[in-house]
Each structure stands twice: as C-alpha cells, then as structure tokens.
C-alpha cells in the first residue's frame, strides 16, 4: 500500500462505509431476528449470550420478543454504554444485561449459556478464532450457536480489502474459513444461510427497496470531498487530495454493488465436551 493510501479516512467517510456495508445486514432487520428466534429457540429461562452486541439491537430484541435472559457483550465502553442508555429508557426494561469485555477473552464460566450469537464486531477481535473459541467455550453442550458475519466477496481484489478493513473497523473473512474456525472450536452440524441479498425470508420487493435506499446514499457530499482534500492536502499536496477523492469514490461505488461483500447466517450445534 503507497504512502498516499495511508492518509487517516475521514470520519463521515468511515461512518457512510459502515452504513452501506453493515446497513444491507440491519435493513433485513425484522426477518433475520425471526430466524434467530428459530434457530436458537429462546424462551424465558434461558440464557443467551450475544457477542458484539454493539449498541445493543440484536440483544435487545431478542429480550422484549422472547422473555429469554440476554447478555450482551462487547469490547467498546462507548457502545456499551449507548446499549444501557436505550435500555434504561423503556418504562419496564427487558431481562437484558450488558458488560463489556473483550471478545477473545469473555468473562464468563463454560457452558453457562443455553445458545451464543456472534455478530459483525466479532470480526474486529484482535483474534477472531479465538473469539469464535470463546463464543463456543461458554455455550452448553448441544446448544446452538449462530455468527451473523460479513464475508469476502472474490470480486473485490487485495488492494481494496485493506481499504475497506480500515474503514469498517473489522475485517471479513471467507466463509471457509468462518466454518473452520467454528470446527476447530468442536462445533457440528454446520449450516449456512446466505443473507447478503436479503435472506431467505425477505421478500424480492423488500429486498430490492432496500439495496436501492443504501446504493442513493453511497455518494460523497461536498462537505465530506471537501474533508478528504483537506486531509490529503495537508499531509501530501494538492495532487494526492485528488486523488484521495476519487479513491474514496471508487471505493464506495464498488461497495454499492450487491454482492461487493456478502453477510452470511452461520449457525451450528457445540458438540459435547471433549475429552481430557
């Protein structure tokens, strides 16, 4: 990578990435949380850990729709403490608790939680293996445990991957390897749902509604071309703050196609505990 692809992104640059790439994942919204529900079969008594849970979407649906104890974790104090601030805010909270800690070293016992979800934040651990091990490691024996992960498309070469990886904060990887990664951790019975066109459950006239709504807003305001220049200039010249915009804007048009980066429903049953 040249010296010129080092320039620091600007924050609404980051934030816009975020949204076209992550937004395709939270537009399906209703329906891949329906299928979470099926998969994981939550009910009051249990206990469900989410890991990444960011600002607490996930956790705090699966909380106020199926009476089950939620846990959320993630390693951010800031998101942490957004997922609180919505959580304070309904009159009669929802059986919902959040920490925060590191993903790759989750501070619970083994085998406390009936089923695990990993979503996207995992895939900004310092060591995803290890965070999926982890994931694994407190799940009962027998219980379900489902990644909501976003994954490498081939159409998108090496050189932006890198681009990308800095302005999504988190790093995808093959499905391949996502379904190694929960094999080594002692999980069988793998199975994949592909969500990156809306999943299974979302309707074509949805789906195709809302990768429209995401492609109009993956474009550069002014003041956000204006921001890049002004980064650029300052570091390298007038002749780099160009070409900085046009990166940016490549980068995001190559973002806006539908299967630029594919989001993928993983889900499997830890097997009993291995011997010693």
């Known amino acids: 990578m040249s010296d010129s692809e080092r320039v620091p992104p600007v924050p609404a640059v980051l934030r816009l990435v975020q949204m076209v790439v992550l937004g395709r994942w939270r537009a399906t919204g209703e329906d891949i949380y329906r299928e979470l529900v099926h998969l994981l079969e939550p009910a009051p008594g249990k206990e469900i850990l989410v890991s990444g849970c960011g600002e607490g979407v996930t956790a705090e649906w699966l909380a106020r729709r199926t009476g089950a104890a939620i846990t959320g974790v993630d390693p951010s104090p800031e998101r942490i403490a957004r997922a609180e601030a919505r959580r304070r805010a309904v009159v009669i909270p929802p059986p919902l608790t959040y920490q925060q800690a590191s993903l790759d070293d989750l501070p619970h016992e083994n085998e406390v939680f009936d089923a695990s979800v990993g979503e996207p934040v995992l895939a900004a651990a310092a060591d995803p293996e290890r965070a999926v091990a982890e994931l694994v490691r407190v799940t009962k024996p027998m219980g379900p445990i489902v990644l909501l992960q976003p994954t490498w498309s081939s159409d998108i070469a090496m050189g932006a991957r890198e681009l990308l990886v800095e302005r999504l904060g988190l790093r995808p990887h093959l499905l391949v390897e996502w379904k190694q990664m929960l094999r080594d951790a002692g999980v069988v019975d793998i199975q994949v749902q ?34 890049i220049v002004g980064r650029a200039w300052r570091r390298w010249g007038w002749r780099e703050a160009r070409t900085a915009v046009e990166r940016e804007t490549t980068l995001l048009k190559e973002l806006s196609r539908e299967r630029a980066i594919g989001f993928q429903l993983i889900k499997g049953v830890k097997w009993h505990a291995r011997s010693a």
């Open 194 to 227: 592909d969500w990156t066109s809306g999943g299974p459950g979302t309707s074509a006239t949805r789906a195709t509604g809302s990768r429209a709504a995401l492609e109009a807003k993956a474009k550069l305001t002014w003041q956000q071309k204006m921001q």
